[in-house]
């Protein structure tokens, strides 16, 4: 970790401060709105992750007599931004533990059981314990589901053993992964890395694993004892234009080979082998470190009911139909969907979650008042894409891969600095926390 020096800190003050600067804006700006409705409308939220714990406190605030139902069986709540952070040996697992309950808003019901049937026609909503949920409008925010088994021969109980990796798994399964990462790191050898063919949640996560590895390798003195190798499925290494090209040039500056259009289809976790399909059929890599991200789809609750897209680009992992400017469902105008369950082409990050969750409680709660909303969501999503220890680039783009800059003249987004480092490791925590709450 780099020392403070005075000029680094006036930079974190001034982050700091543009912070909570936009914290009160945001403040003043609730505190001059018309009075929340009067409403006895019953809300029925799905997932009690980032998305349906905002959901929650912004729909507390402005429907105060409103019947809020949150569903979801987690009792424990994951910053999951932070597994990588885990994984690499920066934080401990406890750093991303908390509590489920400490975020629930009061007056907001929370029934401990997940969610097993959605019923849109009926308007209704199954636990698995046979509770029967009524809503006149549904916020779902369930999250998504991590295919591990479409990988053959794939475990999950072997993560941190044998040189097998996965941060996304849980907070434990990081802190092994890190176990794994580090002893790899203190010998060398073949490490593989990639992402799935699907959409995945926080599309960064992949490289940045990638380049922590290689920092993590170099500070160790066994960089040139070892070979690294980003394999994607896709013919890109990231989806917008400018940032897929500095990393492509990272990549050849620090010795990571890049393989495109190679989905990880089968693991031999005994034998330490990876099998790839790729256009000119299947390749077997022999690793001493791996780090799989399997594909993800939506959860079964999604999947098996009429909720998910019909056709198109988001049907193959039956992520919800909803406008991507409203979050709308498209054939269901009282159900609405925020997080990473939503099928829209940006947008399974927490960032996305912040800018997401505003916009689908003022359509909601138009509806609710008579007050139609003009609110839209432009897809922002935002990645701090660490490149090393100590530096980092804050990547931020829109559904039309424009890059946007929350602080311009101060962070650039495509430079690795000391900055975003510190926005990462130190700054993003509190203010995802802020979120949870309703109050960023």
């Not at 700091?16 to 505190?31: E, F």
């Not at 401990?92 to 907001?108: D, H, R």
């Amino acid at each position: 970790m780099p020392r403070f020096d005075p000029d680094r800190r006036q930079a974190l003050a001034r982050l700091l401060a543009l912070g909570a600067a936009g914290a009160a804006a945001a403040t003043a700006h609730g505190q001059s709105a018309a009075p929340p409705p009067q409403s006895a409308v019953r809300i029925a939220i799905v997932g009690a992750g980032a998305a349906g714990l905002a959901s929650a406190a912004h729909l507390r605030r402005r429907l105060p007599r409103a019947t809020i139902t949150l569903i979801d069986a987690r009792r424990e709540h994951y910053y999951q931004p932070g597994y990588t952070l885990v994984g690499g040996g920066i934080k401990p697992a406890s750093y991303v533990i908390s509590t489920t309950q400490e975020y629930v808003p009061e007056g907001v019901e929370w029934i401990a059981e997940a969610a097993a049937e959605i019923d849109p026609e009926a308007r209704q909503v199954t636990t698995t314990g046979g509770r029967k949920v009524a809503y006149d409008y549904l916020i779902v925010a369930c999250g998504l589901e991590l295919d591990y088994g479409a990988i053959e021969g794939m475990d999950t109980a072997w993560i941190g053993r044998e040189g097998l990796g996965s941060v996304y798994l849980s907070p434990q399964a990081a802190a092994a992964t890190w176990g794994a990462m580090s002893a790899f790191a203190a010998r060398g050898g073949v490490g593989l890395f990639g992402r799935p063919h699907t959409d995945m949640k926080c599309a960064g996560a992949p490289l940045k694993y990638t380049f922590i590895t290689d920092d993590r390798l170099r500070r160790a003195g066994t960089r040139g004892k070892a070979e690294l190798h980003y394999l994607a499925p896709q013919r890109t290494l990231f989806s917008v234009p400018i940032v897929a090209e500095k990393v492509r040039m990272l990549f050849l500056d620090r010795g990571v080979r890049t393989h495109m259009e190679h989905q990880l289809v089968a693991i031999d976790i005994g034998k330490r082998r990876a099998t790839y399909r790729s256009p000119a059929g299947t390749t077997e890599l022999d690793y001493d470190f791996i780090h799989v991200i399997p594909p993800m789809r939506a959860p079964a609750v999604v999947r098996e009911s009429p909720l998910p897209w019909q056709d198109g680009p988001f049907a193959r992992e039956r992520w919800l139909e909803v406008d991507r400017e409203t979050l709308r469902h498209k054939r269901y105008p009282n159900v609405f969907g925020v997080g990473d369950i939503a099928g829209v082409p940006k947008g399974k990050t927490a960032a996305s979650v912040k800018w997401q969750v505003p916009v689908a409680v003022d359509h909601l709660v138009g509806d609710v008042s008579g007050k139609p909303s003009s609110e839209t969501y432009n897809g922002y999503t935002s990645c701090p894409l660490i490149t090393r220890l100590g530096r980092a680039m804050l990547i931020e783009f829109d559904y039309h891969d424009n890059l946007y800059q929350s602080f311009p003249g101060f962070i650039a987004p495509l430079e690795e600095l000391w900055v975003s480092w510190v926005m990462k490791t130190m700054a993003l925590k509190p203010t995802y926390l802020s979120m949870l709450r309703g109050r960023a």
